[in-house]
């Protein structure tokens, strides 16, 4: 069982930056692929950026390519989501996700731990 607890959410003018962070429980985080995901009101929850156990792979969503930034610290059972120049369309809930499985995923459906989510907001 793992335990994922959000924070670093916020209210930031476009163009602003971010970092949120994924406290995660357990002793096992090591073994956890690890994603970001962020639900817009009237939206579906959709992939935002993901890592694999090592830190050796990232995926992006194409919108977020170049601007946004994973990573994780297994020491601090912690992973991080760098965002820059924010939007407006980047306003939405984000959540972190974990995975028990060493390939990292943009699939919703595969992973096994969800976090509560915190809010970010960027105004235009």
Known sequence: ???????????????GSLRLSCAA????????AMGWFRQA??????FVAAISWSGGTTLYADSVKGRF?????????????????????DTAVYYCAARKAMVVTTARGEYDYWGQGTQVTASS
């Open 1 to 15: 069982q793992v335990q994922l607890v959000e924070s670093g959410g916020g209210l930031v003018q476009a163009g």
């Open 25 to 32: 429980s357990g002793r096992t985080f090591s073994w956890y």
């Open 41 to 46: 009101p009237g939206k579906e929850r959709e």
């Open 69 to 89: 930034t994973i990573s994780r610290d297994n020491a601090k059972n912690t992973v991080y989501l760098q965002m820059n120049s924010l939007k407006p369309e």
